[in-house]
């Protein structure tokens, strides 16, 4: 399975999401690969301590092989591809689809994806690469995230029909809040539509 992590702007909490799931998913004894595609913005391999390059901005350009930028991280089970050097060749390679071929490779090699990609509403490639994914979440962050914003991330992402699988909300605290969730259940059916149901 391959799962495309997004915001609607930047600085909204997605590299901390696509990161931990990486790693919780790994933990269960999954192989999994996080993959940087925020070109612009690259910071995944600061949560692992890993090089920023060669990553995936050389392999775009052509200069690596795909091996050549698989990296290990220190959680067992756990691979990243880090985003490399900016580089506008690499932005243009990615917005054009060149990601199709690796991803295929990655997905015989790996049990789950996890793409850390740029912000829906700014970064034109990220709906490219939504399209080579089994499903998108959004990330939204408390007190920064806005509402219309987020709407509005998630309608395009719906009009080019890229699976939604949700939102994750960053900043919270759980405690503040556990009587609300401890009053509500979410029912999901085979058909992916979800309803809360109180307890």
């Not at 940087?36 to 690259?42: A, Y």
């Not at 991280?73 to 990615?94: C, F, K, M, S, Y």
């Not at 793409?115 to 959004?138: E, F, K, W, Y």
Request: glycine letters at 6%; aromatic letters at 6%; proline letters at 6%.
């Amino acid at each position: 399975k391959a799962v495309l992590l997004t915001s609607s702007l930047e600085k909204e909490g997605k590299t901390t999401v696509s990161s931990q799931l990486a790693a919780s998913l790994a933990r269960t004894g999954r192989r999994v690969i996080l993959v940087d595609v925020d070109l612009r913005r690259p910071s995944s391999h600061r949560m692992f301590d890993r090089p920023l390059n060669p990553g995936l901005a050389e392999y775009l350009r052509k200069k690596v092989s795909l091996d050549e930028v698989i990296t290990t991280t220190r959680v067992e089970n756990l691979w990243i591809i880090p985003a490399g050097t900016p580089h506008p060749d690499a932005i243009i390679a990615l917005a054009q689809g060149d990601m199709e071929e690796p991803m295929r490779l990655l997905r015989e090699q790996f049990d789950f994806i996890i793409v850390d990609s740029g912000p829906v509403l700014t970064d034109a490639d990220v709906l490219v690469m939504g399209r080579l994914c089994d499903g998108v979440i959004l990330s939204v962050l408390r007190d920064v995230s806005r509402i219309p914003l987020v709407y509005e991330a998630c309608e395009r992402i719906r009009m080019v029909d890229i699976p939604l699988i949700g939102t994750v909300l960053n900043g919270v605290s759980f405690g503040k809040y556990r009587p609300y969730y401890s009053s509500y259940s979410i029912e999901v059916s085979t058909k992916g539509k979800a309803k809360a149901k109180r307890r």
